[in-house]
């Protein structure tokens, strides 16, 4: 903050003109790339908004409001005009047309080796025709009411730029062209992420002349930071901070309730899972997660509320399905499993394991407050309730997410933190089978599968009526969840910190972005 108000000075000693002002946000966690259309993953989403702009844009509550598409005309079920927005521009100056999306939407196909690939946000997309300069039509497969929740979440790049651009292009910032309120500066991995004001940006000069990304793990480092004013704003504040820093007068604590879902992914796709053993720790060739009764049991083992209140200090709220009440799909009968110790071993039995069976459970070790605590005292739970826990390990994200993507686990510790406010992204992307062909399961890493949720969620998502639609998606949700398809744990709270001078506006999607960050009132 001393940058701001350093300006402040200068501009009042010259009399005139308006301050120069540059933002030092700290991010726990780094992207994994630059190319905006790599992973739908947080930490990417956070850093790719920057720089690139959606066909739509999406408030603090995941309403949405027209973006680089201006406007959208049902033509027939199966087909949508979308009209482009005139006058935008790309950072080099070129003009943002009907090419670039027709582009972009085809281009999230052909990502090779993303760890959470973009593909079931265009699953319904049959074709995309260009019919004017500024004119899109989208032909879908079948009848798509949710399609621009859908595709206008998926980042515009320039078909100039990004043709044949590698994941390297876009790190280095040859391809790294949006149009989006910053433009690339440069990007030392590890360390931070330079960016300049887009002057040019359709809505406007960006608040902030220049925005450094400080990506800081540790979280010890990145309060202290905060502190000292190295940097403005902090992501992922502990819960345990929060009380310290909304007492301090030189910081404000900002926090909202997200829609991220915090789980366990059980490895229910294949008959060997490679971190399952036997009772005495030696490798088995029948895998106990395939079995709905032990994933149940696995789930009456957890301690819900004490992992809320005890292990993440209240920042979440108990969960028993995938998105929270208020958010379309959301069935009221679908409560948190009970902690049943009893109850479990009993399932075990039944199931063919009464001494239980050895796993290793993996979590990330940054991606969200306290995950690597959430593993050990899961670790615990499923102990007291049996089971052989033959260790807990904890990953950088960076390399967790790819792992998890490429099934290298058979118990894990994932999120989930959908954009549309209903349940049917989610659901077709972390529950429906996988079918890389069909865009299905994109985000299926337990590899999930069940015939009649299937069905129930594609009639879902071609019904029109929203109430009848949202009595569809409760049905598909009670299918999976009644086998336990995943083990839901909790809604995380999430908490920004900012110096006393600026203000933060929080949204339910979690990004931590230079645009949501404003010179607070009285301090200009």
Do not use: C
Not at 145 to 164: H, N, Q, T, W, Y
Not at 222 to 242: C, F, H, K, S
Not at 276 to 300: C, F
Not at 430 to 443: I, M, N, P, Q, R
């Amino acid at each position: 903050m001393r940058r701001i108000l350093l300006g402040l000075l200068i501009a009042a000693a010259f009399g005139s003109g308006a301050a120069a002002r540059d933002l030092a946000i700290g991010r726990a966690t780094e992207p994994s790339s630059l190319d905006p259309q790599f992973a739908l993953t947080g930490n990417n989403i956070s850093t790719s908004l920057h720089m690139f702009d959606q066909l739509v844009m999406f408030d603090a509550n995941l309403a949405i409001h027209p973006g680089l598409a201006a406007s959208w005309t049902l033509v027939n079920p199966r087909t949508w005009d979308i009209a482009v927005r005139p006058g935008v521009t790309f950072q080099d100056g070129s003009p943002f047309t009907a090419e670039d999306v027709a582009f972009s939407l085809e281009r999230v196909r052909r990502v090779p080796n993303s760890p959470a690939p973009w593909t079931h946000a265009i699953a319904n997309v049959k074709s995309v025709e260009v019919t004017g300069p500024l004119a899109v039509r989208v032909h879908t497969n079948g009848p798509a009411p949710l399609l621009m929740e859908e595709i206008g979440a998926v980042f515009m790049v320039s078909a100039k730029a990004a043709r044949d651009a590698t994941s390297a292009d876009f790190n280095s910032g040859r391809a790294a062209l949006g149009t989006g309120p910053y433009r690339f500066d440069n990007w030392a991995r590890g360390d931070r992420l330079g960016m300049t004001a887009n002057a040019a940006y359709w809505r406007g000069k960006p608040e902030f002349d220049h925005v450094t990304l400080r990506f800081m793990g540790s979280d010890a480092a990145r309060m202290a930071a905060l502190l000292t004013g190295e940097i403005d704003v902090a992501d992922n504040v502990p819960p345990a901070d929060v009380a310290r820093l909304a007492a301090n007068p030189d910081t404000r604590v900002f926090a909202t309730a997200s829609v991220r879902l915090i789980y366990v992914g059980l490895d229910s796709g294949r008959d060997v899972s490679p971190f399952i053993t036997d009772e005495n720790g030696a490798a088995m060739t029948k895998n106990p997660l395939r079995d709905a009764r032990v994933r149940r049991a696995m789930s009456m083992m957890i301690n819900r509320t004490a992992l809320v209140e005890r292990v993440v200090s209240g920042a979440g709220v108990p969960a028993g399905q995938l998105v929270p009440d208020g958010s379309g799909g959301h069935d009221t009968m679908l409560k948190p499993d009970a902690l049943d110790i009893a109850g479990a071993k009993k399932l075990l039995a039944e199931a063919g394991y009464p001494k239980g069976f050895g796993l290793t459970l993996h979590t990330s070790a940054d991606r969200f407050p306290g995950d690597g605590a959430i593993g050990q005292a899961l670790g615990q739970m499923f102990a007291r309730g049996g089971l052989r826990v033959n260790g807990v390990n904890a990953v950088p994200y960076s390399v967790y997410a790819s792992e998890a993507t490429q099934r290298k686990y058979s118990a894990f510790v994932f999120s989930f933190g959908g954009f549309a406010g209903n349940s049917a992204e989610g659901l077709r992307g972390v529950l429906a089978t996988f079918d890389a062909a069909k865009g299905s399961g994109a985000l299926n890493r337990a590899r999930y599968s069940n015939a009649a949720f299937d069905a129930m969620l594609d009639k879902a998502q071609v019904t029109f009526d929203e109430g009848a639609r949202n009595a569809l998606l409760r049905e598909a949700a009670g299918i999976a969840y009644g086998e336990n398809a995943m083990l839901p744990l909790y809604w995380l709270k999430v908490n920004w910190a900012t110096r006393k001078e600026l203000s933060y506006t929080p949204g339910k999607g979690e990004e931590t972005t230079a645009m949501a960050t404003h010179v607070a009132t009285g301090s200009r």
